[in-house]
């Protein structure tokens, strides 16, 4: 089981400069991979690129592009150049998103979104395996009057989604490599989200999906005033249905309950539990919570269980 990070330099005077130096950081502690979440500010696929081609050792992953107010010929053009960049090491998550971003955001009616998941990965996959593409679906057209290839990214791109509810699970199965829950506890994991991925899988004749559990998490002493934190910092993803429900799956109330934040052993104790729960990767993401000694304490820790 690998184990890496999410980056977030998004308070930095550059976010490029910053993550890049971050990315140093990880990779001299051990950790294997460093993953990139996309809102509405820095391209997280370009952003990937440029910080595995200054920082040779990570494989680099976006974590998560919503479908809405994208288009697969776009996203595959974004991450096949990462791909090509990276020589091999970028990991593309999509996302479902969220009614509140979509139409505050883009404008768009968020509706039918695991149906247009479904669409926008049977041409995604068309794109980054051949280059080309002729899907005409209900909802999304992509076709390739020319090539849409990007050479140096034939071995094509990994696609992971952060599906945690069924529809999502069902359609991640059948169709992408892997998924990418975030806020699903080892109780979730196990009792809900691997069977109903596995089975999907099996049942569509694919490979054994990747589980990539995304884990809000620190090393810290000060327990208890770092979990009031991040009962603060979390509360939003409580507004959102598909979260609600995993943070309950998990035997939380609040969002921060399924946080995993507390000393070396109770950390190290947690991030095994995600293993026999059946994750195949760990990334911690929030370890700037409690401040830059114990950030560092924390990715100390994550690169010897990396190791």
Known sequence: ???????NASGAENQV???????EEAAAAGLRSAWFGQTFGADSPQLAAVVRREVPGLHVGTSAIPVFGRHPLVVSSQAQTAQAATHGRYHLGLALGTKLLTEGGFGLPFERPVARLREFLIALRQLTRTGTADFHGELLTAATPISARVPGAESGVPLLVAAMGPQALRASGELADGILPYLAGPRALEDHIVPALTAAAQAAGRPAPRIVALVHGVVTDDVDSVREKA????????????????????GGRRASDVAVIGDEKAVADEVRRYRDAGATEVVFSGSEIAGEANRKRTWALLGELAG
């Open 1 to 7: 089981m690998t184990v890496g990070v999410a980056l």
């Open 17 to 23: 400069d910053a993550s890049v130096r971050l990315a």
């Open 231 to 250: 009962t603060e910092q979390l509360a939003f993803y409580e507004q959102i249905p598909s979260y609600a429900r995993v943070i309950e799956l998990s």
